[in-house]
């Protein structure tokens, strides 16, 4: 360890700080980043969750999963059957269906070509093309 002081002598508050300071110093320091917040999303709906599913969400051009728990605070398996009782209820069409992605858009959704107000005769949206499915970029790269 370290040498001890003899009989008579004794260490001074600063050398017994300076000491413990030294030992821990020269260790490397293991951090553990960056936590995430978990988010309390909801599991089940209630009224005004309900109304805003049946009310906002056909009016987005591109609906998923991801896009209706974050819009709603619901957890994914919520968002799934509210994306399924949309279709139910014919408000929402589904574009693209895979086990583990759906790909909707609102009925009462603008389509692509459609004009926004404000916009330009000449100018187009930028869109982004898959093999059988054409969609609007959300972010312009």
Known sequence: MGKQPTTGQKKSKDAI???ASSAKGG????TKG????KLALAVFYDEE??????????????????IVTDKLKVNQSL???????????NLIRVLDAHRS???STGVKAKAIGEK?????????????SYTHL????????
Do not use: C, F
């Not at 260790?27 to 293991?30: C, G, I, Q, V």
């Not at 509210?82 to 139910?88: A, M, S, T």
């Not at 926004?116 to 982004?128: D, F, H, L, R, S």
């Open 17 to 19: 700080a300076k000491a």
């Open 27 to 30: 260790r490397k320091k293991w």
């Open 34 to 37: 960056k936590v995430k917040d």
């Open 49 to 66: 969750t309900y109304k805003k599913l049946l009310e906002d969400i056909p009016k987005l051009r591109l609906i998923t999963p991801a």
């Open 79 to 89: 968002a799934r059957r509210g994306i399924r009782h949309l279709r139910e209820k």
């Open 101 to 103: 992605m759906w790909i």
């Open 116 to 128: 926004e107000e404000g916009a330009e005769e000449g100018t187009k949206p930028q869109t982004v």
């Open 134 to 141: 054409t969609l609007p970029t959300i972010y312009s790269v």
